[in-house]
């Protein structure tokens, strides 16, 4: 794992003291977000509850809500067997740090009231029993990840945004276009992730996860449904878009592609989330 790739945990406190990326500025005095630090199990869990209710409000923003359809998950610190989750049938922008669910692998819920999405514990919980590194995963039916996930392809590399997913991106075939609700069903799609940050399910849509935070699992979410929407958009005019070249796309994905990066996109968010919407806290 490289520095660009760090986890959000109790013991981040060499990240303060190096750069970690070109884009974090040279003055040590600026103003500029920064890693945070906790000093207990019980302060990591309180922000990482209100980041996974950031995500879902993030996700409402962005229009990338279908029903009931739409699971976002991020592990728990101290209980890493567990993870919290949004409530089943509550919108987005309704998601807040009250009528967060924490479950275990086996889909029960072991604090919360609402109940679970089966195929969203389904997936997520064999993802995360699957791969122990994998902190946070997003999921959502939405228009253009869906319509792209159609053709069973990859994203091609035809921008600097697009880079971020060279190479770093699976397309699974396995139980395409059936819904997932039989446990055999997780257990076949999770080996998959090892090693990418990104997955599009043919038939069914975009999955993310990240080994760093759940800020950076959602905003490359986002971006992965951006990008489906552009190369769709393109191919649309009938135009056959250049792609970037091999060597350039890598260098482009390890500057801008990182879950760091992720994390630190998403901070504008935070940002303004909290500034328009203080009912997430409630």
């Known amino acids: 794992m490289s520095a ?5 945990h109790l013991d981040a406190k060499s990240l303060h003291n190096q750069r970690v990326s070109i884009y974090e500025p040279e003055q040590a005095d600026r103003i500029f977000p920064r890693i945070p630090l906790f000093k207990s199990h019980e302060e990591h869990r309180a922000y990482l509850k209100q980041r996974l209710v ?4 993030a996700f409402a923003l962005n229009n990338l809500d279908y029903g009931f359809a739409g699971h976002l998950t991020v592990r728990d610190p ?6 919290w989750t949004n409530p089943m049938c509550v919108h987005f922008s309704r998601v807040k740090v009250s009528n967060l669910l924490l479950a275990d692998h086996a889909g029960n819920v072991v604090e919360g009231d609402y109940a ?5 514990y389904v997936l997520h919980a064999a993802v995360h029993e699957e791969h122990p590194d994998i902190v946070a995963m997003c999921h959502a039916h939405t228009e253009y990840g869906t319509a792209f996930a159609s053709l069973g392809r990859a994203l091609d590399p035809i921008s600097q945004d697009a880079c971020a997913f060279y190479e770093d991106h699976v397309v699974i075939r396995e139980e395409a276009g059936q819904v997932a609700v039989e446990t055999s069903a997780g257990n076949s799609i999770a080996p998959l992730f090892a090693g990418v940050r990104a997955a599009i399910h043919q038939n069914h849509g975009l999955l993310t996860v990240s080994r760093h935070s759940i800020e950076a699992a959602a905003f490359w ?3 992965l449904e951006r990008c489906c929407k552009q190369q769709l958009m393109i191919e649309a005019g009938g135009h056959q878009p250049v792609h970037v070249p091999h060597d350039r796309a890598i260098y482009s994905r390890e500057h801008v592609g990182s879950e760091y990066i992720g994390w630190l996109h998403f901070q504008p968010i935070w940002d303004q989330l909290i500034a328009t919407q203080p009912d997430m806290f409630d």
């Open 54 to 57: 950031a995500a879902c409000r």
């Open 78 to 83: 101290e209980h890493p067997h567990l993870y």
């Open 221 to 223: 979410f986002i971006a």
């Open 116 to 120: 679970i999405n089966r195929a969203g």
């Open 4 to 8: 660009h790739d760090q986890p959000l």
